[in-house]
């Protein structure tokens, strides 16, 4: 079993969907959690990180749920340019980030 | 501002010749990382340094070797190339503990034929 496993989709929506990712992770001793972005053929870059209480950043919440080691990614009203794959990173200690293979994200207009 | 660079940007090399790949920083940055990705397996990693002279195993470290005698520089080098290295490889940097943000390098395509 993966240390942290997702969904690789591909997901099509249109313009102005809302779209959830789900994430689930298997070390209950894990730290840190966060999503990261990835463009075709390009480095990942940090989305957000993701707390306890639930987090929002403009059209993005990410929330969390340590008791069913799970994570969510919630984007609104979808946007061409949120087309991208969608890592889902889990910190274990001493800068140990394991990630997800990632979920594929296609909005179409 | 340069940021974190990696080269080369991609590489052909063949089975059994040692590969070299060059990853700088212009943060000083304690912490840097090497991952590989391949398709179905996300991110691994495969060396990290907390600092110069100080270099630890990740996940998938076996066939490769790293060094960090400057606190900018940390090349990775693959010993023995196989088939099995083909991948692209990204250098990540970061300040402190996980909590920050690691900053990737642009990644590096290697395919060993």
């Known amino acids: 079993r993966k240390e942290v496993e997702q969904d690789p989709g591909p997901f099509n929506v249109p313009e102005g969907a809302t779209v959830a990712f789900n994430c689930t992770y298997s070390n209950s001793a894990s730290q840190s959690f966060f999503w990261y972005r990835q463009d075709c053929r390009k480095e990942p870059k940090l989305l957000m990180s993701?707390?306890?209480s639930g987090n929002e950043d403009g059209r993005f919440t990410a929330q969390l749920n340590r008791a069913s080691q799970y994570i969510s990614l919630l984007i609104r009203d979808s946007k061409l340019s949120d087309s991208a794959t969608y890592l889902c990173v889990v910190l274990y200690n001493n800068n140990d980030m394991r990630f997800g293979a990632g979920t594929r994200l296609t909005v179409k207009p | 501002d340069a940021g974190i660079t990696q080269s080369p940007r991609y590489k052909i090399t063949e089975t059994g010749r040692q590969v070299t790949l060059m990853c700088h920083q212009t943060?000083?940055?304690?912490?840097m990382f090497w991952y590989r990705q391949d398709l179905g397996h996300g991110l691994r990693l495969i060396y990290y340094s907390a600092a110069a002279d100080i270099t630890d195993k990740g996940e998938v470290p076996d066939g490769y070797v790293v060094s960090r005698s400057k606190t900018e520089n940390f090349p990775l080098t693959l010993e023995s190339a196989t088939r099995s290295q083909t991948s692209v490889y990204f250098c990540a940097s970061i300040q402190g503990t996980g909590t920050d943000t690691q900053y990737f390098g642009p990644g590096t395509r290697l395919t060993v034929l």
């Open positions: 943060w000083s940055h304690s912490y």
């Open positions: 993701v707390y306890s």
